[in-house]
């Protein structure tokens, strides 16, 4: 058990919906990682956050969002769900910036129907 | 063209065996390497990173980076049942956080 936390465990919606995914870090950990995970595009980057701010991007569509509250836990947004958005999408969260050793949480399964 | 390659396998060896994994970059500027694990339905669990060329070795495991021809790889020696799963190379540059990731290759481990 890496400590960090991911929920929900798994989320069915269809096209055009909008779906909010929660990711708690370890304790003390100030830093925020999401990925997304497919069959053929593997794992992806898609955003950072360093006690609530902004600190790198990837590959993020403008149809998803994210951010970091005050108690460090972080939000995903993704809306106008198309049927590739289906995925399983991770949290990872570190101590620092910059930092190796990302801690990654069990990941959210999204299936768009 | 991808940054990182890996050979997705899958790779299937008796127990006991050595397994070599692979991975080639194209971006001369990366300075640090991992390793990770991926059991089925469970997230990326750090193995080992190194900065840099030259090996690293922890328990059974050793990872080396020859950054002259772009290759990274990992050596599991005395392989076990428990480490199949699929194994993922990543890579950053120095000050950054985005870690790109290979595509992972598939390990079974057979008893």
């Known amino acids: 058990d890496s400590g960090v936390t991911q929920t929900p465990k798994h989320l069915i919606t269809a096209t055009g919906q909008r779906v909010t995914l929660r990711c708690s870090p370890r304790?003390?950990?100030?830093?925020v990682y999401w990925y997304q995970q497919s069959l053929d595009q593997g794992l992806q980057f898609l955003i950072q956050?360093?006690?609530?701010?902004?600190?790198a991007k990837g590959n993020i569509l403008e149809r998803f969002s994210a951010q970091q509250f005050p108690d460090l836990h972080s939000e995903l947004n993704l809306s106008s769900l198309e049927l590739g958005d289906s995925a399983l999408y991770f949290c990872?969260?570190?101590?620092?910036?910059?930092?190796?050793?990302?801690?990654f949480g069990p990941g959210t399964r999204l299936t768009v129907t | 063209q991808k940054e990182v390659e890996q050979d997705p396998g899958p790779l299937s060896v008796p127990e006991g065996a050595i397994v070599s994994l692979n991975c080639t970059y194209s971006?001369?500027?990366?300075?640090?390497f991992m390793w990770y694990r991926q059991y089925s339905r469970k997230g990326p669990e750090l193995l080992m990173y190194?900065?840099?060329?030259g090996n690293k070795e922890d328990g059974r495991f050793t990872a080396q980076v020859d950054k002259s021809s772009k290759y990274i790889s990992l050596f599991i020696r005395d392989s076990q049942p428990s480490d199949s799963a699929t194994y993922l190379c990543?890579?950053?540059?120095?000050?950054?956080?985005?870690?790109?990731f290979g595509t992972g290759t598939l390990l079974a481990v057979q008893p």
């Open positions: 990872a969260s570190s101590a620092g910036t910059p930092s190796y050793e990302q801690y």
């Open positions: 304790s003390g950990d100030l830093s």
């Open positions: 956050y360093y006690n609530g701010e902004e600190r």
């Open positions: 971006n001369s500027a990366f300075q640090y």
């Open positions: 190194t900065y840099s060329s």
């Open positions: 990543a890579m950053r540059r120095g000050a950054t956080n985005k870690l790109i």
